[in-house]
């Protein structure tokens, strides 16, 4: 399957840098790498099966198109939607973030 090019909406990198800055402060580097490692294998991941994402939250939003990917020993969630030329990585939240309302923060529209 060929792979397609995984494009973070300004948010999603915000979120990134948030998550990322929350871990060098208060947990240090080496899990700080972790996660930064954790969220390069998802990209990885949804670059090379995108349709292998949980639609979970797609119902409930929604937004057919939306998919999710976890990442593994971190509590966040990578949200995208697959696009002809590329993944379209929406937000990366924290689970316990209250997820329908992270669309009134950004463009929710479905180009």
Same mark, same amino acid.
């Given at each position: 399957?060929?792979?397609? +090019?995984?494009? +973070? @909406?300004?948010?999603?990198?915000? !979120?990134?840098? *948030?998550? =990322? ?5 208060? #947990? ?8 930064? /490692? *954790?969220?390069?294998? *998802? $990209?990885?991941?949804?670059? @090379?099966?995108? #349709?292998?994402? %949980?639609? &979970? $939250?797609?119902?409930?939003? /929604?937004? +057919?198109?939306?998919? =999710?990917?976890?990442? +593994? ?6 949200? $995208?939607?697959?696009?002809? !030329?590329?993944? !379209? ?7 316990? @973030? !209250? =997820? ?6 950004? /463009?929710? %529209?479905? &180009?």
């Amino acid at each position: 399957m060929k792979q397609k +090019p995984v494009i +973070p @909406r300004t948010l999603a990198r915000q !979120d990134v840098d *948030a998550a =990322i800055h929350f871990y060098l402060t208060d #947990a240090g580097e080496r899990v700080a790498t972790g996660f930064i /490692d *954790a969220l390069e294998k *998802a $990209y990885a991941h949804i670059s @090379r099966h995108p #349709a292998s994402g %949980s639609p &979970h $939250y797609a119902h409930e939003l /929604d937004l +057919p198109e939306l998919r =999710i990917w976890t990442l +593994p020993r971190y509590p966040y969630i990578v949200f $995208y939607v697959e696009r002809d !030329d590329h993944i !379209d990585v929406w937000r990366v939240l924290h689970e316990m @973030r !209250d =997820i329908p309302r992270w669309l009134h923060e950004g /463009d929710k %529209s479905v &180009h």
